[in-house]
């Protein structure tokens, strides 16, 4: 992925430009220090229009157009009013066409930084005199937040618009509305700070300043990333709208980033310092001040998605190159308007464009599927086998594959805007929604009709929740769910509850990411170093002690420095590097195989599979997935093969008959009943146990011994041509 950057061959403004703005995807505001604000239309070829001219004591600081949201915008207008700050000690609220709604005396000294909040109904600035006060829209002062000695650069809001942000010389400041809230503030960086985003999906916060670095940091001051020193100081950075990535401006540099704060790619225009960075809604474009006059455009290209054997790439701003791998087959789809996001699971590939969303079958890049979309701003796609939905900034939307509204979840105070990958999760029956205004809750939803599940109650979890995930296979009524916390513990909970309390069951800790299989019910998730993958997590309901059994952890060292988890298909978990290669590394594919044995009822196939094998973990699953099947005989086979010594719930009585009829192991059935209710405490009430229990002695060595040689019988059998039950009562 980079940036395919654009210059005019003579900059349209005489002076440095100070900001920049965009009113919608396809028109930009630029405001200089020659007192000229300029409209750009940016369909077809270039142009550009005088809006206003300010006056000559007037040298703009900073632009910000109000939020879709609150201009009440839509997908082909967008905002009608901005505010520019300005050296005179002003802000003034200026509508599209140049008019002045508004002209305040903020700040003794320069207005430095002006923004609003996401709803549009107050305005936080900055100044020159070291305050940062709050306005309400139509420009009335409505509180003073803080008096620093040191002038504020930069500012802006939290997603609640219930905190701002600022910089104060080398620190940052979180400060609550409240009044006696107390500030959370921490040293940022070495040199000045010069730049700030916090953006309201991902919660993360980005910064840069005159030590030449830019920095990612989470809401307590806990340092995610640190970029490597620059020539120059970090004059500019700026977060997409769906905190996908960001773009980090310096002197005649223009950075490109991941989330995490990787570099996708690097570009040296020539247009000096780039003072502000601001991206369109779409997040396909940004556009930078820049120093020498110009205004620089970058068009986000080469995006790359892949699934099985199938590669695509952005190209274009208007084309996507599909690549099968296996015979090298190219395809070239061409879309009328600029791709906004694309995703590629499931056998199918849908994009969105600013108006329509095409699927395309695998296997038929000819004839897509085409539907019109309400909002042009689509900032998420989800997939699952037979639905896939879509995010804008107004709503959640399922459709079929065949175009069809399914259904449109929604919960009350739900902010489309906010929802990210790690928020939302779709399978075939069930739609999961983190809920933004208390991040303890997760709202379920039946796919197919958009209703609350569990008569509208919400899960619940006892830390707010940062990630969640649910599992793609089986019937809706087993659907499970896993959950990364605060404290980055990973839980799995059932999504339905039948006239139970809810179970949390904690499979890890310090967990970074998790990923379902796309086949079947396997688990992934990655931790400090490792990659672990759980080939049954179902266990946890079934036997906690094997849970552990059927968990494969593998070192990620050859990865690099913290790696991320991208996917888990079929036997490949793919992981990102920290340059951004996307890599692959396998897993043994028996544990599919095994899961399709045990979900077509093909249990003589499944232990075949396992004596075949002969891994523990395989067993282990088998015991698992047979106990919870009900199929107690293989059950039983399974549990010997990895020396649990377990008899199957309600089996003690069936044990003890058949250990009578073959003359053998009446002791190991009478010893695991005592220790049984030894464990218990509780006494012996079945007659015909008392009756043996009297005339045997119980010696573990002897049973010990008897026990290693069934082991021993049970390896040397044949492993094909034996059913289960000739199996079980060879045994016996």
Request: charged letters at 25%; proline letters at 3%; glycine letters at 8%.
């Amino acid at each position: 992925m980079r940036l395919k950057v654009t210059l005019q061959k003579e900059p349209k403004h005489s002076e440095l430009v100070s900001c920049v703005g965009w009113t919608s995807p396809d028109e930009l505001y630029s405001a200089a220090d020659d007192h000229e604000i300029l409209r750009w239309n940016l369909l077809g070829s270039t142009e550009t229009s005088k809006v206003m001219t300010l006056p000559k004591d007037c040298f703009p600081t900073g632009m910000h157009w109000l939020p879709k949201v609150a201009a009440g915008g839509t997908k082909k207008g967008g905002s009608d009013l901005f505010v520019l700050t300005s050296t005179d000690g002003k802000y003034q609220l200026i509508n599209r066409t140049g008019r002045v709604e508004k002209n305040v005396e903020a700040h003794k000294g320069a207005v430095l930084c002006g923004r609003w909040n996401s709803d549009g109904t107050a305005l936080v600035t900055g100044g020159e005199d070291g305050q940062v006060k709050v306005w309400s829209r139509s420009g009335m002062l409505r509180s003073t937040l803080t008096q620093n000695s040191l002038p504020v650069y930069t500012v802006c809001w939290g997603s609640d618009s219930e905190h701002v942000l600022f910089s104060n010389g080398r620190q940052l400041v979180i400060k609550s509305l409240q009044a006696n809230a107390k500030p959370t503030m921490w040293k940022a960086h070495e040199g000045i700070i010069l730049v700030i985003d916090w953006n309201p999906v991902n919660n993360l916060i980005l910064s840069g300043g005159e030590d030449c670095k830019y920095k990612i940091w989470d809401t307590y001051g806990r340092l995610m990333y640190s970029s490597a020193a620059h020539d120059y100081p970090i004059t500019s950075a700026a977060w997409t709208p769906d905190g996908e990535m960001f773009a980090v401006g310096s002197f005649n540099t223009l950075r490109l980033c991941d989330r995490s704060g990787w570099s996708y790619g690097l570009e040296k225009p020539n247009t000096g310092s780039i003072f502000t960075l601001s991206w369109s809604s779409d997040g396909t474009q940004v556009a930078g001040a820049c120093g020498n006059g110009q205004v620089i455009i970058g068009n986000v290209i080469e995006r790359r998605i892949e699934w099985k054997n199938f590669e695509g790439t952005v190209t274009a701003s208007k084309q996507i190159k599909i690549r099968n791998v296996s015979n090298d087959a190219i395809d070239k789809l061409d879309f009328r308007d600029r791709v906004i996001k694309l995703s590629l699971s499931f056998g199918h590939l849908v994009v969105a464009t600013s108006s329509q969303c095409y699927i395309y079958s695998t296997r038929n890049w000819n004839t897509p599927m085409i539907f019109d979309l309400k909002e042009g701003n689509v900032t998420l796609i989800k997939q699952a086998e037979k639905h896939f939905l879509l995010v804008d900034g107004s709503g959640v939307y399922v459709y079929s594959y065949d175009g069809r509204l399914v259904c449109t979840p929604r919960h009350q105070g739900m902010k489309a805007d906010t929802i990210n990958m790690q928020t939302i999760s779709i399978s075939n029956d069930t739609v999961a929604i983190r809920d933004k205004t208390d991040e303890k809750v997760i709202y379920v939803f039946d796919a197919q009709t958009g209703k609350s599940m569990g008569d509208g109650k919400p899960i619940t979890h006892k830390l707010e929740v940062m990630e969640v995930a649910l599992d793609q296979f089986g019937p809706a009524t087993e659907r499970r769910i896993a959950i990364i916390d605060k404290n980055h513990d990973l839980h799995l909970t059932s999504v339905r509850v039948f006239g139970t309390e809810r179970k949390f069951i904690k499979l890890g800790t310090m967990i970074q990411c998790v990923a379902w299989n796309d086949t079947t019910n396997m688990l992934s998730a990655m931790t400090d170093g490792k990659l672990m993958v759980w080939y049954y997590p179902n266990a946890a309901w079934v036997d906690r002690d094997l849970l552990m059994k059927t968990l494969i952890e593998k070192d990620t060292s050859e990865f690099g420095k913290n790696p991320q988890l991208c996917g888990f298909v079929g036997n490949h978990l793919i992981l990102r590097r920290a340059e951004g290669s996307r890599v692959s590394t396998l897993i043994s594919p028996y544990p599919s195989i095994l899961h399709g044995y045990v979900n077509g009822g093909r249990w003589p196939d499944a232990l075949r599979l396992c004596r075949f094998v002969k891994e523990e973990t395989l067993w282990a699953c088998l015991a698992a997935m047979a106990t919870y099947a009900k199929e107690l005989m293989t059950a039983e086979v399974a549990y010997a093969a990895i020396k649990e010594h377990k008899l199957i719930v309600g089996g003690y009585e069936r044990a003890l008959e058949l250990a009578v009829k073959f003359k053998t192991h009446v002791d190991t059935v009478i010893g695991h009943r005592v220790k049984y209710l030894q464990r218990f405490d509780k006494k012996e009430t079945n007659k015909r146990f008392l009756q043996y229990q009297e005339g045997i002695e119980i010696d573990w060595e002897k049973i010990q011994a008897k026990i290693d040689m069934e082991y021993q019988k049970e390896r040397e059998r044949p492993t094909g041509g034996t059913s289960v039950r000739s199996t079980s009562k060879d045994r016996a």
